[in-house]
C-alpha cells in the first residue's frame, strides 16, 4: 500500500470515497489589485490541501467585473503567486484539460447552461420589479415574516408571462430551491443544517443576461471536476444555494454530478477585533514584498492563522506543512493577525538561510536603494559575502539590508553621517574618542578583528576611561553614519584601514564648535 493508499484510509471522512489523487481544489481570486493576506491564506490552505493528497490545483480567474479587473492585475496576480511558490497544475499560462479559465471567456458556457436549467425546470425568469420586491419585503418584515424573495414568478402562467413581456419588463433568471432542509457536513465547522424559509430562490442571471457568481462559479466548479472548495467563512451563508445548484446542474448532467466538500476557513481579524480589512496596515502581499519578507516566512506566519503544526512549534518549512496538514485540524474560531509575531517567524526564517543564499537574496534590495548594481563586482561580492554573516542574525526583513550594509559599499565622497545619529552621540568626549581612536588605529600592524578590537579598547577604556557604550557610540556613528550597525570591530576590518581613518577624521568635522 503506498502513503497516499494508507492516508486515505484514515481520511475518509475527507475524501468522500476518492482516491488521493483525484482530489482537486481550486483557487478563485478576481484580480482587482493587490492580494490580500486573507486571500493568501485560503490559495496556501489549498495548495497545501492539494499537495498533501497528491492532487491537483487549480487557478480559476474570476473576472467578470470588467470595471474593476485589468489585465495588469492579472498578471500582478500570477505573479505573486509564483513570488509565493504556490505553483497550480491547472490555469493560466499552465493550460489543462477543462480550460478556459478565466471566466469571461466562459460566457457561452454560462449561457448554454442557464438553458438547460429553464427547460428543464430548474430554474425560472422573474419579472418582479425592484420596487416591487421591496414593497413586498418590507410588507414581510412588518409582518414578522422572511423577508426574502416569495416566489412570486414560480408558477406564472403563460398569459402573465406575455403580460410582463408586452410591458417591456426584462426579467432576471432564478434558481428554484429545493422546499426542504440543506445540510452538510464542513470540513471545519461540522455538520449545517440550512431551512427552506431561510433560502430564497435567488438571482442566477441578470435582467440584462449578465451570469452572476452564484451561477458562475459553481458551474465552473462542475465542469472543472472539482472536488474540494475552501473558501472564507464570509462566504458560507451562500453555501446551500450553491449546493442547491450542483444538485441541480447533477440531474441536467452538467459535470461529474458530485458535490463539493465545503471547508470555511475562519475570518482573519485586525486591530480593534474587527476582520481585516485590505485597506488595513498589514493586509497587503505588496507591502510584505517591498519590505523584504522571504515568501517562505510570511507563508508559515499565515499558516498559523488556524492551523499549527504542532503545539510547541510555529517554524516550519512548507514542505513539511505540505507532510503535516489536516483540514480537520483547522480552527474555526477567527484568528488574530499579529504583525509583529509575522515579522518574527520571517526572521526565524531568514536566519535557516544559508548565508550564500541570504546574501543572494539582499542583492535586490541594495540595488533597488542603488548601493549596489544588479550584478555585483568580484571585490563588492567578496565584502557582501564577509558581511553577511554580521547581519543576518539582527536583521527581520530583507530591505533592513540597505541601512546595515550601505556605509560598506558606498563611496567614501558620497559617504554622509545621518544627522539625528551626530546631534546624539557626536557630543561630550566624541572629540577625545575619535582623536584617540585615530592614533591608536594608525599605528596599528595587524589590521584584524582582534587587533583592533584590542587598541580600542586599550586607548579608550583604559586609556580615557569610558564606558563601552560612550566610548564606541562616536567610533560606529563615524565609520556607520548610523547608531545601530553591525558588530563595530568587525565593521571597521571589512571597511579597511584608509577607509576607516578617513571616516573618523571627517566625523571630528561634525562636532558642535566649542
Not at 241 to 261: D, F, H, S, W
Request: charge should be negative; charged fraction near 25%; hydrophobic fraction near 40%.
Amino acid at each position: 500500500m503506498t502513503d497516499q493508499a494508507a492516508a486515505a484510509s484514515t481520511d475518509d471522512d475527507v475524501l468522500g470515497g476518492l482516491e488521493p489523487n483525484q482530489v482537486r481544489l481550486r483557487f478563485a481570486p478576481s484580480p482587482t489589485g493587490l492580494l490580500t493576506v486573507g486571500n493568501i491564506r485560503t490559495a496556501l490552505f489549498a495548495w497545501a490541501f492539494a499537495r498533501h493528497y497528491g492532487g491537483k490545483l487549480v487557478l480559476r480567474i474570476e473576472d467578470t467585473d470588467a470595471a474593476r479587473n485589468t489585465p495588469e492585475a492579472l498578471q500582478y496576480t500570477l505573479d505573486s503567486l509564483r513570488w509565493l511558490s504556490i505553483d497550480w497544475d491547472e490555469g493560466p499560462e499552465v493550460g489543462g484539460d477543462f480550460g478556459p479559465y478565466q471566466q469571461t471567456q466562459r460566457m457561452d458556457i454560462y449561457a448554454d447552461v442557464v438553458a438547460k436549467l429553464l427547460e428543464a425546470g430548474k430554474a425560472y425568469h422573474c419579472y418582479c420589479s425592484q420596487e416591487e420586491l421591496d414593497q413586498r419585503r418590507e410588507a414581510a418584515r412588518s409582518a414578522g415574516q422572511h423577508s426574502g424573495y416569495d416566489g412570486h414568478c414560480r408558477t406564472l402562467t403563460e398569459e402573465q408571462v406575455k403580460a410582463y413581456v408586452d410591458e417591456g419588463r426584462r426579467p432576471v433568471v432564478r434558481l428554484r430551491m429545493p422546499d426542504r432542509p440543506i445540510t452538510f457536513t464542513d470540513l471545519v465547522r461540522g455538520e449545517i443544517t440550512f431551512l427552506p424559509e431561510n433560502l430564497g430562490d435567488y438571482v442566477l442571471v441578470r435582467a440584462n443576461g449578465f451570469p452572476l457568481y452564484p451561477l458562475v462559479n459553481p458551474v465552473d466548479d462542475a465542469l472543472m471536476q472539482i472536488t474540494h472548495v475552501l473558501r472564507g467563512e464570509d462566504l458560507l451563508p451562500s453555501t446551500p444555494r450553491q449546493i442547491a445548484l450542483y444538485e441541480a446542474l447533477a440531474e441536467i448532467g452538467v459535470g461529474t454530478g458530485r458535490t463539493p466538500r465545503f471547508g470555511h476557513l475562519p475570518f482573519v481579524m485586525g486591530e480593534g477585533n474587527k476582520k481585516l480589512s485590505k485597506r488595513d496596515p498589514g493586509a497587503g502581499l505588496g507591502e510584505y514584498m517591498e519590505r523584504g519578507f522571504l515568501p517562505e516566512g510570511l507563508l508559515n506566519y499565515l499558516a498559523l492563522l488556524g492551523w499549527s503544526i504542532a503545539e510547541d512549534r510555529d517554524v516550519f518549512t512548507m514542505a513539511e506543512m505540505i507532510e503535516a496538514f489536516d483540514i480537520r485540524k483547522v480552527n474555526s474560531n477567527a484568528a488574530r493577525f499579529d504583525p509583529k509575531k509575522c515579522e518574527a517567524i520571517n526572521a526565524s526564517h531568514m536566519r535557516l538561510l544559508e548565508p550564500a543564499e541570504f546574501g543572494r537574496r539582499v542583492v535586490p534590495f541594495l540595488a533597488k536603494a542603488g548601493v549596489l548594481p544588479a550584478e555585483p563586482t568580484e571585490e563588492q561580492q567578496r565584502l557582501l559575502t564577509a558581511a553577511v554573516p554580521l547581519v543576518q542574525e539582527r536583521m527581520n526583513s530583507l530591505s533592513e539590508s540597505v541601512d546595515m550594509l550601505a556605509f560598506l559599499f558606498v563611496p567614501d565622497e558620497a559617504f554622509t553621517v545621518d544627522p539625528d545619529a551626530a546631534a546624539k552621540v557626536l557630543t561630550g568626549d566624541a572629540g577625545a574618542v575619535l582623536e584617540a581612536s585615530v592614533k591608536a588605529l594608525s599605528d596599528l600592524s595587524d589590521w584584524t578583528t582582534e587587533a583592533i578590537e584590542a587598541a580600542l579598547r586599550s586607548s579608550l577604556i583604559e586609556g580615557l576611561g569610558l564606558k563601552p557604550k560612550n566610548a564606541f557610540g562616536p567610533v560606529r556613528v563615524a565609520i556607520s553614519g548610523r547608531r545601530i550597525s553591525p558588530p563595530l570591530f568587525e565593521s571597521l576590518e571589512l571597511l579597511g584601514r584608509d577607509r576607516s581613518l578617513h571616516r573618523l577624521e571627517q566625523a571630528r568635522t561634525l562636532l558642535p564648535a566649542d
